[in-house]
Nanobody
Framework: VQLQASGGGLVQAGGSLRLSCVSS????????IGWYRQRLGSQRELVGV???????VHADTVKGRFTMSRDDAVNTLHLQMNNLKPDDTAVYYC?????????WGQGTLVTVSS
């Protein structure tokens, strides 16, 4: 499985960004696909995930601000991020599980200035 992430950048607090992750396989075929982030000095954490093609589940820290959506026609998972905060600054990764293997896209840096 190949994952290609894009959409990071620099934004002011309160602003918005949309990340995209294009998968080489259909989202329905994946056991799990989601967005994760890694803040400086911290472990990678879950932002949101879709398991077995079901409804997206978001972490409590981003609920109400971030929304995952999918475009099955182009095997793409989006992450709409609104009301961004400086604490959201991180490298964001798209990750997937297919069978017994895990796959990661390259990270995309999101920087939120205060």
């Amino acid at each position: 499985v190949q994952l290609q992430a894009s959409g990071g950048g620099l934004v002011q607090a309160g602003g918005s960004l949309r990340l995209s992750c294009v998968s080489s396989l259909s989202i329905y075929s994946l056991d799990r696909i989601g967005w994760y982030r890694q803040r400086l000095g911290s472990q990678r954490e879950l932002v949101g995930v879709i398991i077995h093609g079901a409804r997206a589940v978001h972490a409590d820290t981003v609920k109400g601000r971030f929304t995952m959506s999918r475009d099955d026609a182009v095997n793409t998972l989006h992450l709409q991020m609104n009301n961004l905060k400086p604490d959201d600054t991180a490298v964001y990764y798209c990750g997937a599980v297919f069978g017994t293997d895990s796959y990661w896209g390259q990270g995309t840096l999101v920087t939120v200035s205060s």
